[in-house]
């Protein structure tokens, strides 16, 4: 397995624009997790699912974020509008069992840069 | 205005020998626990993990203690190499809430 891809490796947008930034989880995981990781605040869970449901989002810093996951195969973060305090790496990871009592896979992250 | 960043700890290990990263968590209903390794540019990896009814858990070249009493996580790693370089995060999970990150702890190798 190729693990977790997420896509694209780099963003760089300008203020008000949408990103969309996405994610392949491993096959036969069936929880998907959303990562933010910024040297000010760490690594941060902004949302998780489990069988394509969102279970918990209570870490969407607002609005502007939101998160779905159509399929087992495909989820999707998209920020709209952006602010540049949205610049961050943005991790997604799967695992196969539900919640976190178990290994997490991250992908290599998105670098988002938003001037 | 200039923005301040997470000061991580860093420990410096000279090559061959033990390294010993510690992690103090903060509830104590926490039940499981996570070490994890995240090289630069790239994302965490998992290494090891442990339960509460457990004190002590090996992998290869890497060992996990457990000290519920004052709630202390350490692990550590033998005859540290260079790919070892990276920056180290404890997790804790209690029970009904997803993962709780530790800010990291950077090890830095020395030749």
């Known amino acids: 397995d190729a693990g977790v891809i997420q896509s694209p490796r780099h963003e760089v947008t300008e203020m008000g624009q949408e990103v969309t930034l996405r994610c392949k989880p491993i096959s036969g995981h069936n929880s998907l997790f959303w990562y933010r990781q910024t040297m000010m605040r760490g690594l941060e869970l902004l949302i998780y699912?489990?069988?394509?449901?969102?279970?918990?989002d209570s870490g969407m810093p607002e609005d502007r974020f939101s998160a779905k996951m159509p399929n087992a195969s495909f989820s999707t973060l998209k920020i709209q509008p952006s602010e540049p305090r949205d610049s961050a790496v943005y991790f997604c990871a799967s695992s196969l069992l539900q919640g976190a009592r178990t290994e997490a896979f991250f992908g290599q992250g998105t670098r988002l840069t938003v001037v | 205005g200039e923005s301040v960043g997470l000061h991580l700890p860093t420990l410096s290990v000279q090559e061959g020998d033990n390294s010993i990263i510690n992690c103090a968590y903060s509830?104590?209903?926490?039940?499981?626990f996570i070490w994890y390794k995240q090289e630069s540019g790239k994302g965490p990896q998992f290494i090891i993990d442990i339960r509460s009814n457990m004190d002590k858990r090996q992998g290869q070249r890497v060992t996990v203690l457990l000290n519920k009493t004052v709630k202390h996580l350490s692990l550590q790693i033998a005859a540290t190499q260079p790919g070892d370089s990276a920056v180290y995060f404890c997790?804790?999970?209690?029970?009904?809430?997803?993962?709780?990150w530790g800010a990291g702890t950077k090890l830095i190798i020395k030749p």
């Open positions: 699912f489990n069988n394509n449901v969102p279970i918990d």
């Open positions: 509830n104590s209903a926490s039940d499981y």
């Open positions: 997790a804790e999970n209690p029970p009904g809430y997803q993962l709780i």
